[in-house]
């Protein structure tokens, strides 16, 4: 590997000058800018990624923080974020956390010492904002609604609509006794999902039901089975997400329940399993692609010093297929 110091004397500059070019730092000679060029064009010569994100104190990295990358939600939106980071130059660095806070804090510190230009994170504990706040690194928060206010922007979907959504289709496609998983409290999209279920059972007359329930798939088992338990004359469920959604199809099927014959099933996200899997998922659709995107976009304009929009909410949308009575049934 030659060095810049070799570069320097091939071009007969000096090693501050070659940094200069290739930093685009300060404004030098043409002659010396056209030598030093030629000499690294016929070397072959490759910057050292490391020192150059020192000297600009930028990587153009994008590090992105995701609760469980086992959820293929995750990895939809962490896939937007990289084709967005990309058609823009940047690259991306992601960290799952398992929802373990020691191990948020660990990615924030890496992030910061890899010099990172900017943080995508889903996370909900407060400490991790605190801990972004000291590192100095400017952060979007994505499918998560926080009350911290250090946040650049928040990005996510209408969680309320979705739960309303959710409730007025079962209702209306006949089901008399509907039970919601209720996703976690401490997560605004489960807080705001069950909110908007609630309100359609105060305005139809419906007395609420629920089990509360996580977002991976192997609690979305055994909560199905409690579920059953408690609530033996169930024939319409609304799952958390669409892992659950899977999950309780899974154990209504060893239970002998036909879906949407004997109960009918929605899910929440439209992740692209729920289309692969038979039946097909009835869910409620949040646009993920777009969601990854405008995340990115808006963190990136914040790091050019753009004006940038704080709250970000995008639309929802019921996705009619074969799990429930009114979708399109073979």
């Known amino acids: 590997m030659i060095s810049i110091k070799e570069v320097a004397k091939l071009a007969e500059v000096s090693p501050a000058t070659v940094s200069r070019v290739i930093n685009d730092s300060a404004n030098v000679n043409e002659d010396k800018v056209r030598r030093v060029k030629k000499v690294i064009e016929e070397t072959g010569f490759k910057p050292n ?3 150059r994100s020192l000297y600009r104190k930028s990587a153009r990295i994008i590090g992105v923080v995701v609760p469980n990358i086992d959820n293929p939600f995750f990895n939809e939106i962490a896939k937007a974020i990289e084709d967005e980071a990309y058609r823009n130059g940047y690259r991306l660095t992601l960290c ?31 400490e991790i904002f605190k801990k972004v706040e000291s590192s100095k690194i400017p952060v979007v928060v994505l499918d998560r609604e926080t009350a911290h206010g250090n946040e650049v922007a928040c990005v996510q979907s209408d969680n309320y609509t979705g739960g309303r959504l959710a409730m007025e289709h079962l209702l209306n496609c006949g089901c008399k006794r509907i039970v919601a998983m209720r996703g976690p409290r401490n997560i605004s999209s489960g807080r705001q999902r069950f909110e908007g279920y609630l309100k359609v059972c105060g305005e139809r007359g419906v007395i609420p039901a629920f089990v509360d329930c996580g977002y991976d798939f192997e609690v979305g088992q055994s909560k199905t089975e409690e579920l059953l338990k408690k609530y033996p004359d169930v024939d319409g469920i609304i799952a958390a997400n669409d892992m659950i959604a899977m999950a309780v199809y899974k154990v209504l099927t060893r239970a002998g329940k036909r879906v949407p014959e004997d109960i009918q099933l929605i899910g929440f996200d439209n992740i692209k399993l729920s289309q692969l899997m038979t039946p097909e998922l009835t869910t409620v659709e949040q646009r993920i692609p777009d969601m990854g995107r405008q995340a990115t976009r808006i963190l990136l304009d914040h790091i050019e010093g753009k004006p940038v929009l704080r709250n970000n909410i995008f639309p929802v949308k019921l996705i009619e297929r074969e799990t429930t009575r009114g979708g399109k049934q073979k």
């Open 49 to 51: 990624e490391v020192a």
């Open 96 to 126: 799952s956390s398992n929802e373990d806070v020691e191990k948020e804090r660990v990615n924030i510190d890496l992030f910061a010492s890899m010099n990172a230009d900017g943080i995508i994170l889903m996370t909900n504990e407060e």
